[in-house]
């Protein structure tokens, strides 16, 4: 009984945003009843969960780098998108000079993108953390000139990237009935896991965002538990900028991952995250990050009119936000303790008549003996 | 004749979640009165002061204000109604100037007359007698001042009541004497002044009445006159006095010979103390003394590498080491706590659990994490050992009380097993209960083998628990007292005249 308890407050934080989904897939159930079919077209699954997976799986790795920037930063890298149109430049640029393409070419592109988001987490990190920037200005140098950047590296406009490989890693390998980029997610999400879960990753970032001086005075060097959230916010962009230029199979400068970094910090305040840094929970950000793909598609499907999406969008997010703010949280309590008083009222009446009259013969007693 | 009662609260009852926190509790406070409110931590002191002030809804009694049935909504509705509160910590704008301070959010309109603000201002700190000026930045003020000036913010708001909690817990004595001259005034215009305060002596010196309070319950309220001190003591922890007067001082080994644990020679740091020799043996309790701002934290503070160090030499056991971070103090196996609960101490969201091992988790190193087991079965061990009152070891530490939250602090270093531990002000802002808990583990402590620097703002604390004082002065040692010696005299004569002039 106690264990249960604990184990609900422990996943309490993550009622909002799988209330939310809940609620989504629910209006989508009503809209058709076919909507978690799943079909199998040349021995691949497709439908709604599928698409779903598929097309959240940049933002779902970009929200996982979010949460911990925002964690330890206490403030929000605006240039992921940039960042990965760079590092996936950068790819596109080895794979295209490299003659024949095999894995292993993907593989070392893949490889030096990584590099290169690590030297722009690097840059952003240093200035937050060793020049003490404000994250968001700090990055808004990259978000301004990233795609330019990223341009000059293209050399023209959208270079295709016809291959085989990339083909497949952008759909599907034949054989394999996931399509690949949820397959490299999910790959994505578990060394994340295992990462938390062999390090102290999460108690340094929390120690920091939570109260820096104390962490100091623990022995935790602040600066470099931030510069080491935005090194692995790099890792989290080049391969979200991997799997995105793979499926477009050309390299967009200008529309690559654009102002993705909005939705990534939606995800992240909607998985419970408190967007001044502290305690956070990736799961959380994963479960908003396809909350916000649900929302997109499900708007598509309800036949708004593409234009109008961004405004309805906002809609919602006000909702949300609304219903998530400690205001409204408070006033739930409050109803909820209200409810709890006038079940245990009757009880309570009985008992504290009693204690008043012991109370008020202590007190008499006590000014005796002053 | 009996004075106006102002304020009447009765059967206040208010629980929380798994606990009750006020039971049927009375309190009256009459014009021109100052009121000591007492109790431990957790007696329910801040629940009631928090009804009061609007900031808790009560589940049941009534509030009587000047005779009329009141009940306040918010922290807004308490204050229009003249009810003023100045808390511990100090809640103004540093960056702004000292009249911005007291009309802040007062003005009607929004424009606002700077002349006549800063001459009300200034005819304000003229009548209350507060060092200050009106277009004086508030940072630049001392703390005491600060404080001072909260209470003529909430006084000006035409208060009938005022509440000071822990007004004078970061004061020294003479700042808390023109606080108390403050208070006097405040009561010959008839502003009747609650008192929360962990230090007793003051209680009597300025208090008229006591309220005592003892976990959520009445305990009585009584006329400080007549009311012995050994009285109020035992009300307070609902146990006879034995227990607080058993602390006797061991005496360390003698080892003036042998290799001290701890040595520095000329250290220094960035906080402008002066270069400073020290040195710590093993089992032995020293402590600095010296009033606040004397450079006693700022020393401490160097040996831990709180600060950036600046210079001079270390050693450990005899051996030359370089301790340039935190983390190379921690892994010469030294332990420090620090003065400021709040902002150094805690990591107020972070579970006690987390709270518990962290210093240990981390001179594991960042690949090296603990185990939950593990780490469950640490913080179980020394909630036991040091008693800490939580419900659970995932809540978080902010809900705890203030000695808890204290005693988490030490647990978490204890868990290090430090031959070195540093502790600044343990005590400060905790109740009498857990006070003479911690001292008496930092002398069992000593007995064990441990080195232990204990620093308080209490003099007589320090006398029952150090056996060598540092004297210092304007950041300077000024010079040293033990054995026959180590008096509260000659403590106080050494920090007035500077050693040995």
Known sequence: MTSLRRQFD????????????????????????????????????????PNILFGASELVILSIGMTLVTAASRGQDISIGESGAISSAIFVQYVLNAGEVTIWTILAGFLISCVAGLVIGA????????????PMVATLILFLGGRSIAFIIDGKVSPILANPISNQIGTVIPGVPIQTPIILTAVFIVIVAVAIKTTNLRLYVEAVGVNPSAARLNGINPKKVIFLTFLIMGVCSAVAGFIAVNKAGRHDSVNLLKFIMMDAILAVALGGNSLAGGKFSITGSIIGAYTIEVLNRTLLRLEVNPEAIKAFKSVFIIVLMVIASPVVRALARELLDKARAIVTGYSARQTGGLNKAAVSITDSSAKKEG | MQPEIILKMEGICKSFPGVKALHNVDFVLRRGEIHALMGENGAGKSTLIKILTGVYQKDAGQVYLEGRLVHFKSPQDAQNMGIGTVFQEIALCPNLTVAENMFIGRSRGAFVNWKQMNESAAKMLNSLGIPASPTQELASCSIAVQQMIAI?????????????????????EDETKKLFALMHELKARGVGIIFITHFIDQVYEI???????????????????????IELVSKMMGKALSDVSAIKKH????????????????????????PFDFSVHKGEVNGFAGLLGSGRSESVRAIFAADKVTGGEVKINGKVVKIRTPLDAMKQGIGYLPEDRKSDGIIDELSVRDNIILALQVMKGFFRPLSRKQAEEFANQYIQLLEIKTPSLDTSVKSLSGGNQQKAILARWLLTHPMYLILDEPTRGIDVGTKVEIQKLVLKLAAEG????????????????????????????????????LTEQNVMQMIAQGGGE
Do not use: W
């Open chain 1, 10 to 49: 422990r996943l309490s934080h993550l009622f909002l945003p799988l209330s939310v989904l809940v609620a989504l897939l629910t209006i989508n159930l009503v809209k058709g009843a076919d909507y978690f079919k799943i079909t199998m077209i040349n021995g691949v699954f497709y439908g709604n969960i």
């Open chain 1, 123 to 134: 840059f952003n990190g240093t200035l937050v953390s060793f020049f003490n920037v404000q």
């Open chain 2, 152 to 172: 003529a913010r909430a006084v000006d708001m035409d208060c009938k009541i005022l509440i000071l909690d822990e007004p004078t817990s970061s004061l020294d």
């Open chain 2, 207 to 229: 208090s008229d009445r006591i309220t005592v309070l003892r976990n959520g319950e009445l305990i009585g309220e009584y006329l400080t006159a007549e009311l012995p001190q």
């Open chain 2, 251 to 274: 005496e360390p080994p003698k080892s003036d010979d042998s290799v001290p644990v701890f040595e520095a020679r000329g250290l220094s740091s960035a906080t402008g103390v002066r």
């Open chain 2, 450 to 485: 441990m080195s232990l620097t204990f620093i308080s703002s209490e003099i007589d604390e320090m006398l029952r628990v150090c056996s060598r004082l540092i004297v210092m002065r304007d950041r300077e040692i000024v010079g040293e007292l033990s054995g026959v010696d």
